[in-house]
C-alpha cells in the first residue's frame, strides 16, 4: 500500500526514475480520511495523474533565482551584459572583462574567485560584508571534521553566543583581519549564514579581486558604488540567491521564502499527515544527513507508526521557531529555514528514538563513547540503535578519521587524525571530564 514517488526535473530525468516534472499535488477529494493526494506529472508533452499515500516534496530550495533589478538603479542604460549566479557556468566568456559580483554568499565569493583566474579584474561588491570560514582547518584538516562535534556543541550550549561569536571571529580575523580586506560586517558571525572559501584572501590580496560596498547606480559603461568611487564594467554576476516556491502545490504559498512547517518538515493543518518538505533547510554543515533523517522520520509519520502533536502545539512551534531565527539572524530573506546542525538533527533523531545515548555508550563502550562526543558528528551516529539501526555503524565511527585520513595519502598509512592524536592521559582526563559533561549535555538537550 506504501508508495512514495521522488521528483526530479525533465523529461526523463535522473534521479526520478523518468517520471518527468511534476505539475500539481492536489488532495484527493476523500483528503480527510484518506489522506490521499493526486500526483500530475509530464513528460514528453504527455501528462499522466496517479494517486498517492504519501508525497515527499524534494524540490530542493533553489528553485527560483533571486535577481533584485529594482534595488539597481540605472541597469536598463547598462551596456554590458548581467546574469544571475545559477547562469553562470565558466569564467571563459569574461575574459579579460571587469566584471561586477554582487553578493558575498558561498556562490558570489566562489564564483568571483574563479572568474579572477580569467577576467581582467573582478570587483565583488557587498551590501552588508561578511564573514568568511575556512574549509581546511589545523593542520589541514577538513573545517567539519574538526569542529562540527558533540564536545563543540556542548560548549556552544553552554556559552553564550556572544562569547562563542568572539571567539570564532578572532579566529577567522588571525587568518586575515576582515576590516583589513572590507569584508568586515557589522552583526557578529553567528548571525548570518557562513561563508566558507579558502582562497578569497589570496585573490584579495594579490589584487584580482577588490572588495566595493553595494553598487549605487548603473551608467552606461560603469558603476557607481556607494563609496563614491566608479569603476568601468563589462558584465555583472548577481549571485543574490535564490527563492523557493512550489508551483504544483495547491494551497502552499510561500511569502518571501517563509512557509510554516513543523520541524520544517510538516504543514501544521493537514487532516492527515501525509505530506512532508525535506532538504528546506539552511545548516553549517551538510544538507544530506539531515535529509536523511527527515525522510526517515517522515516515513514512519505516514505509515502510521508515529503521529505528530496537536495543529496548536506545532503552530506554537513554529511561531516560536520563528522568532529565535529573527532574533539572532540578521533580517533577510537568505534566513528564514537556518537550522543549527547537530542540535538541529538530534531533534529529528529524539522524533526518531535514534539519538545516541552519551551516558549509556560512556558506560558500555568508552570507546565508542568517546568517538562519538569528540570526533565527527557523522550521520552514523544515528544508526546505533533505534529504528534503522545499522549493525556496521559502531565500526564505521571508529573507524571514520582513518578513512579522511587514508584518502589524503599517495598510498593506504596508519598515520593518525587530528583528534586521535590526544595524547592518552588526556584521553584518560576527558573521559571523566565527559561523565561530567554528558551529564550536563543530557539535561540541555531535546
Ligand atoms: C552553487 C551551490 C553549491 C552548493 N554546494 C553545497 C555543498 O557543497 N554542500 C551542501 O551541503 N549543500 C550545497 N548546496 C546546497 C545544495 O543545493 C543542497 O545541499 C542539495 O542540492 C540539496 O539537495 P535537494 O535534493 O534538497 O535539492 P536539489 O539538489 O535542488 O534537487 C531538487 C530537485 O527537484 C527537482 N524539481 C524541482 N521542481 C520539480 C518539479 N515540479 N517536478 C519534478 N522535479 C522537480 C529539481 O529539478 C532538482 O532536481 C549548494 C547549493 C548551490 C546553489
Ligand atoms: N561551495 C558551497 O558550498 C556553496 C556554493 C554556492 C552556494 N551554496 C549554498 O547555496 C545557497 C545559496 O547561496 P548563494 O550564495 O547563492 O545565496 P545567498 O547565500 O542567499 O547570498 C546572497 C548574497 O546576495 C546578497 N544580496 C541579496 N540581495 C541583494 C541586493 N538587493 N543587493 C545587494 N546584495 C544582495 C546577500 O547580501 P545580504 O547578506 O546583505 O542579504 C548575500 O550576500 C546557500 O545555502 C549556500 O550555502 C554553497
Keep these: 500500500r506504501f508508495r512514495v514517488r521522488a521528483g526530479a526535473r525533465g523529461a526523463g530525468g535522473s534521479g526520478n526514475g523518468g517520471h518527468g516534472v511534476v505539475c500539481r499535488v492536489s488532495k484527493r ?4 480520511s484518506s489522506g490521499q493526494w493526486e500526483v500530475v506529472t509530464e513528460s514528453q508533452g504527455k501528462q499522466e495523474a496517479a494517486v498517492f499515500d504519501a508525497v515527499l516534496v524534494c524540490s530542493g530550495h533553489h528553485t527560483d533565482a533571486h535577481l533584485p533589478l529594482g534595488s539597481f538603479p540605472g541597469l536598463e542604460k547598462f551596456e554590458g551584459c548581467y546574469l544571475h549566479s545559477r547562469d553562470y557556468k565558466s569564467p571563459q566568456p569574461f575574459m579579460e572583462k571587469q566584471v561586477v559580483v554582487v553578493g558575498v554568499g558561498n556562490s558570489g565569493i566562489d564564483i568571483a574567485v574563479e572568474l579572477s583566474h580569467a577576467a581582467k579584474q573582478v570587483f565583488l561588491s557587498t551590501r552588508h560584508g561578511s564573514w568568511v570560514l575556512h574549509r581546511v582547518a589545523e593542520s589541514g584538516y577538513p573545517f567539519d571534521f574538526c569542529y562540527i562535534s558533540r564536545f563543540m556543541q556542548l560548549l556552544q550550549n553552554l556559552l ?10 578572532r ?21 548570518q549564514h557562513l561563508t566558507i572559501n579558502d582562497d578569497l584572501p589570496n585573490r584579495i590580496i594579490s589584487g584580482r579581486v577588490r572588495v566595493k ?11 557607481i558604488f556607494e563609496d563614491g568611487t566608479r569603476e568601468d564594467v563589462d558584465a555583472v554576476v548577481f549571485a543574490t540567491g535564490y527563492s523557493f516556491s512550489f508551483p504544483f502545490l495547491e494551497g502552499f504559498k510561500v511569502v518571501e521564502n517563509q512557509i510554516p512547517l513543523y520541524k520544517f518538515m510538516f504543514p501544521p493543518d493537514l487532516e492527515k499527515p501525509t505530506l512532508a518538505f525535506i532538504g528546506f533547510v539552511q545548516p553549517l554543515g551538510a544538507i544530506m ?28 512551534e513554529i511561531t516560536q521557531t520563528k522568532q529565535r531565527m529573527a532574533e539572532r539572524y540578521v533580517k533577510s ?20 528514538g535514534v539519538k545516541p545515548n552519551l551516558l549509556t555508550l560512556f558506560l558500555t563502550d568508552p570507546k565508542l563513547a568517546m568517538e562519538v562526543a569528540f570526533g565527527p558528528c557523522t550521520p552514523y551516529q544515528y544508526r546505533l540503535r533505534g ?26 598509512s596508519g598515520h593518525p587524525a587530528c583528534s586521535s592524536a590526544v595524547p592518552h592521559i588526556l584521553t584518560v582526563l576527558f573521559s571523566i571530564g565527559m561523565i561530567a559533561a554528558t551529564l550536563i549535555y543530557v539535561s540541555l538537550s531535546p
Design 213 to 223: 560596498p553595494n553598487i549605487q547606480e548603473f551608467m552606461e559603461t560603469s558603476a
Design 387 to 412: 529504528p534503522g539501526a545499522w549493525p556496521g555503524a559502531r565500526e564505521a565511527i571508529l573507524t571514520q578519521q582513518q578513512r579522511v585520513v587514508r584518502a589524503l595519502q599517495p598510498q593506504a
Design 333 to 352: 530573506q537568505r534566513h528564514t529555514i537556518q537550522v543549527d546542525y547537530i542540535p538541529y538533527m538530534d531533534e529529528l533523531a529524539c522524533q526518531l
Design 171 to 191: 579566529k577567522l580575523n588571525a587568518r586575515f583581519d576582515h576590516t583589513l580586506y572590507g569584508l568586515k560586517p557589522k552583526h557578529r558571525v553567528l548571525h
Design 289 to 316: 544527513p539531515i535529509s536523511e533523517l527527515q525522510c526517515r522520520w517522515a516515513t514512519r509519520v505516514f505509515k502510521g507508526l508515529q503521529g505528530l502533536p496537536p495543529p496548536t502545539d506545532m503552530l506554537a
Design 160 to 169: 553564550p553566543l556572544s562569547i562563542i561569536s568572539f571567539f570564532l571571529e
Design 29 to 32: 477529494p476523500d483528503f480527510a
